[in-house]
């Protein structure tokens, strides 16, 4: 007690205490820098783009055959119910505008093409906007007669359109270079009013395209913890006998002998009851280290068995693209350097792949592009 008693109190020097916000200001301005500097996950912005707008391009395909008993005149749900239920809701719809089926049948080629054009990046920052407008018409019109696959492809297409998902692996981007390539870029000087304005909107752009992107991340990351809790609040999940009532539904077998034949392993079955809640519970605590790798690669099974055995390809494939959100830019590089390799192999008179003097075949995908 002495030695304690004589020992000198412990006191903070003004060094460290304007040391430590200091510190926060450092951060806080290395975060502003990220967010404003440039726009981050662009490939993972086009592979959202490119993925949705190719998922919705063959919903609405496979749907060509009953587009009148689900969104047309012709439907159940009436385009007068539909117009009440917007009244209530606060809906629209461009598919309500008019009970001709002429008008129906261009809204329904209207939204082909806008997915096609959507899914190649022409003009991406005019046609994802129409993109957004066609998902939610068609989701709105028709709110019950679909699986809630498309729920997830509205909220999407909606947070897209403030991305820079057009910067790669579009038709906007590959145009961009060749521009580039012919020195069509120049531009003749401006005056300071003029590089401020667009120093401005470049810093907008990033801005709104990092924010979208987070947005995304964080919505994907409260599905899965969300629906995480939700089971483990049930009995079924916690005895893991949950997916042997789901694969004795009939509504969702698609395939009756192969989900009769995959509830026989009783095992197997608990197994993916208790790795399924556990994943989805973990899932938003795993994305900053390299755990969430495997983690991924689980999910796109558990996906690719949900569409399978149950019958709701639309909802995993929104949820599989969601996923590549979480993915880094050199994995998607990575990607496309394996897709040029080929080209660079030795042809069948034995010539070697160009040397570094020569130019590529393919266009870097790493130049700036407009939206």
Request: net charge positive; aromatic share 10%; proline share 6%.
């Given at each position: 007690?002495?030695?304690?008693?004589?020992?000198?109190?412990?006191?903070?020097?003004?060094?460290?205490?304007?040391?430590?916000?200091?510190?926060?200001?450092?951060?806080?301005?290395?975060?502003?820098?990220?967010?404003?500097?440039r726009p981050v996950s662009l490939y993972?912005?086009?592979?959202?783009?490119?993925?949705?707008?190719?998922?919705?391009?063959?919903?609405?395909?496979?749907?060509?055959?009953?587009?009148?008993?689900?969104?047309?005149?012709?439907?159940?749900?009436?385009?007068?119910?539909a117009r009440q239920l917007f009244d209530?809701?606060?809906?629209?719809?461009?598919?309500?505008?008019?009970?001709?089926?002429?008008?129906?049948?261009?809204?329904?080629?209207?939204?082909?093409?806008?997915?096609?054009?959507?899914?190649?990046?022409?003009?991406?920052?005019?046609?994802?906007?129409?993109?957004?407008?066609?998902?939610?018409?068609?989701?709105?019109?028709?709110?019950?007669?679909?699986?809630?696959?498309?729920?997830?492809?509205?909220?999407?297409?909606?947070?897209?359109?403030?991305?820079?998902?057009?910067?790669?692996?579009?038709?906007?981007?590959?145009?961009?270079?060749?521009?580039?390539?012919?020195?069509?870029?120049?531009?003749?000087?401006?005056?300071?009013?003029?590089?401020?304005?667009?120093?401005?909107?470049?810093?907008?752009?990033?801005?709104?395209?990092?924010?979208?992107?987070?947005?995304?991340?964080?919505?994907?990351?409260?599905?899965?913890?969300?629906?995480?809790?939700?089971?483990?609040?049930?009995?079924?999940?916690?005895?893991?006998?949950?997916?042997?009532?789901?694969?004795?539904?009939?509504?969702?077998?698609?395939?009756?002998?192969?989900?009769?034949?995959?509830?026989?392993?009783?095992?197997?079955?608990?197994?993916?009851?208790?790795?399924?809640?556990?994943?989805?519970?973990?899932?938003?605590?795993?994305?900053?280290?390299?755990?969430?790798?495997?983690?991924?690669?689980?999910?796109?099974?558990?996906?690719?068995?949900?569409?399978?055995?149950?019958?709701?390809?639309?909802?995993?494939?929104?949820?599989?693209?969601?996923?590549?959100?979480?993915?880094?830019?050199?994995?998607?590089?990575?990607?496309?350097?394996?897709?040029?390799?080929?080209?660079?192999?030795?042809?069948?008179?034995?010539?070697?792949?160009?040397?570094?003097?020569?130019?590529?075949?393919?266009?870097?995908?790493?130049?700036?592009?407009?939206?």
């Amino acid at each position: 007690m002495e030695t304690e008693r004589s020992l000198p109190p412990c006191r903070r020097t003004p060094e460290a205490d304007a040391r430590a916000p200091r510190h926060v200001s450092e951060r806080i301005g290395e975060l502003l820098t990220v967010v404003t500097g440039r726009p981050v996950s662009l490939y993972a912005a086009a592979v959202l783009r490119i993925g949705y707008g190719l998922l919705y391009l063959v919903f609405l395909l496979r749907e060509f055959p009953h587009r009148d008993q689900i969104w047309g005149p012709g439907s159940p749900w009436t385009p007068e119910l539909a117009r009440q239920l917007f009244d209530q809701t606060g809906w629209a719809s461009i598919l309500t505008l008019s009970d001709s089926r002429a008008y129906f049948e261009s809204c329904y080629v209207l939204a082909l093409v806008t997915s096609a054009l959507f899914m190649v990046g022409w003009r991406t920052r005019a046609v994802s906007v129409l993109f957004a407008v066609v998902v939610a018409s068609f989701h709105s019109r028709a709110i019950f007669m679909t699986d809630g696959g498309d729920n997830l492809v509205l909220l999407m297409a909606v947070y897209l359109v403030f991305t820079a998902c057009g910067r790669r692996w579009s038709l906007d981007a590959r145009r961009t270079r060749l521009r580039a390539s012919t020195g069509k870029t120049t531009r003749p000087p401006v005056a300071g009013a003029a590089v401020r304005l667009r120093d401005s909107r470049r810093t907008l752009t990033s801005v709104l395209h990092n924010c979208g992107m987070f947005v995304i991340a964080a919505q994907v990351c409260f599905l899965y913890g969300s629906a995480g809790l939700y089971k483990v609040q049930g009995g079924t999940w916690g005895n893991g006998t949950a997916l042997h009532y789901v694969l004795n539904l009939d509504l969702f077998r698609p395939w009756p002998e192969l989900s009769l034949m995959a509830d026989e392993y009783d095992v197997l079955i608990a197994i993916a009851c208790y790795l399924t809640v556990l994943l989805q519970v973990a899932f938003p605590f795993v994305l900053f280290g390299r755990l969430k790798y495997p983690v991924l690669t689980m999910l796109l099974g558990m996906h690719l068995g949900i569409a399978v055995l149950m019958g709701l390809p639309l909802f995993s494939g929104a949820m599989i693209i969601a996923d590549a959100v979480f993915l880094p830019d050199r994995f998607y590089r990575s990607l496309g350097g394996l897709c040029r390799r080929p080209s660079r192999r030795p042809d069948a008179r034995g010539t070697g792949a160009p040397s570094r003097g020569e130019p590529a075949l393919v266009p870097s995908q790493h130049a700036p592009s407009s939206h």
